[in-house]
């Protein structure tokens, strides 16, 4: 079984600061996931990767396959960007579900 | 195109009641997953439909059984209710359970409260 931590639990930054959350995971995957929770529930997918870098406007996540870990980045935060970040992986190929971390509390403020 | 969608938002039930959950898939897309997320938790994965059966299964008990419709719609049953199922159920969707990348899109999620 996959354990997903991440890093920090809680973060509260300034407007316009760099973000960094942290993910890491115990056994070799498929895919990750990083995914963005607002109050109310919703979850909104950010990226899914399996190698290298992925950039979407403001956010870039990173992934290194032999370390086990991959961070989120947030470059100029802004208090939109306030939310749950979590991370969640496939670990292995096909239909197995997500495994998910506990998520990251962001909240930026003004 | 309609994303994923989730019926009810919000349901109150007691002890030992059932429950059931719907939950319509994005277009195009075959497979529905179920997640329970209990308060200041990540979401746990309960388990999964394609092709109208059960593929996979996490960790929960034979209490938590499902269904997918040929539409591709599915439905989460819950039976004999405890206070700890109390949580936010989120159901998603993807394209084909033998994808590699395994892409899912969440639907809103129902609030089951149980008193």
């Known amino acids: 079984k996959n354990e997903v931590e991440q890093s920090p639990q809680n973060l509260t930054a300034q407007e316009g600061e760099f973000i960094t959350i942290n993910c890491s995971y115990s056994?070799?995957?498929?895919?990750l996931h990083w995914l963005q929770q607002h109050p109310g529930g919703g979850i909104v997918s950010l990226f899914m990767?399996?190698?290298g870098k992925k950039k979407h406007g403001r956010l870039i996540a990173t992934i290194n396959i032999q370390e086990k870990h991959s961070s989120l980045h947030i470059t100029a935060s802004h208090p939109r960007d306030s939310a749950v970040y979590i991370c969640?992986?496939?670990?292995?190929?096909?239909?197995?579900?997500?495994?998910f971390g506990k998520g990251t509390h962001l909240i930026i403020q003004p | 195109d309609a994303g994923v969608t989730q019926s009810p938002t919000h349901l109150i039930k007691t002890r030992g009641q059932q429950v059931t959950l719907r939950c319509s898939p994005k277009s195009g897309h075959d497979t529905v997953s179920w997640y329970q997320q209990a308060l200041g938790q990540g979401p746990q994965f309960i388990f999964q439909?394609?092709?109208?059966?059960?593929?996979q299964r996490g960790n929960f008990p034979d209490r938590f059984s499902g269904h997918q419709f040929p539409n591709y719609s599915s439905e989460l049953n819950v039976n004999a209710l405890l206070l700890g199922d109390s949580a936010l159920y989120l159901c998603?969707?993807?394209?084909?359970?033998?994808?590699?990348?395994?892409?899912?899109?969440f639907g809103p999620g129902t609030r089951l409260t149980v008193l």
């Open positions: 969640a992986v496939n670990s292995g190929g096909g239909a197995d579900g997500l495994t």
């Open positions: 056994v070799g995957i498929s895919a």
């Open positions: 998603a969707s993807s394209l084909s359970w033998a994808s590699f990348y395994n892409e899912q899109f």
């Open positions: 439909y394609y092709e109208e059966e059960e593929r």
């Open positions: 990767l399996s190698s």
